[in-house]
């Protein structure tokens, strides 16, 4: 009878000894599958704010009742209430069009299309009666629950801090 119960004892010390092993494991692949969906739903929100910025800049002049062209703000501000979903962060929202290689940056301090070289690699295959209108928009991710890194030997336990790029390109009419 003493045996059996020393066997017991003995089994339940290394279910915890086995247990404290397996646990750290299993948060960090918590940890990293919250952080991957993270990243993966901010790229999603990034493309879409592009697009529908982009979508707005187009269709702000066609509007019946709203004739004038959206301005540089108003398509900021749309863009930035579109990634209010998302957790922590920071976006740069460049605006620009470009009328048969003649670019104009709608937005101060553009990199969408800052010289005349098109460095936005967009180009019209009719540029004479269409313009393009360039929606850039750069977010820098920061993971929603961070860990212990160290950054000199690049071992991250879980993803580390990452741009995000997107652009969205739509023509317009003449």
């Not at 089994?11 to 919250?34: D, H, K, M, T, W």
Request: aromatic letters at 8%; glycine letters at 6%; a positive charge.
């Amino acid at each position: 009878m003493k045996g059996t119960l020393r066997n017991q004892r003995s089994r339940r010390g290394q279910s915890l000894v086995e247990f404290a092993l397996i646990l750290p494991l299993v948060l960090l692949l918590v940890v990293n599958v919250v952080n991957f969906g993270s990243f993966l739903y901010t790229c999603i929100a990034i493309s879409n704010a592009a697009r529908a910025g982009a979508q707005y800049m187009v269709l702000s002049s066609a509007s019946v009742g709203y004739p004038r062209d959206a301005i540089a703000s108003q398509i900021t501000t749309l863009v930035q209430n579109d990634l209010g979903s998302t957790i922590g962060g920071s976006a740069t929202v460049n605006v620009c069009t470009n009328n048969n290689g003649t670019y104009h940056p709608i937005s101060i301090g553009t990199s969408a299309c800052a010289s005349a070289n098109n460095t936005d690699g967009y180009s019209d295959p009719e540029p004479t009666h269409y313009v393009l209108a360039t929606v850039d928009v750069t977010y820098t991710w920061l993971p929603p629950i961070p860990l212990w890194e160290y950054s000199k030997l690049k071992i991250h336990a879980t993803l580390p801090t990452q741009t995000i790029h997107r652009t969205a390109v739509m023509r317009m009419i003449q």
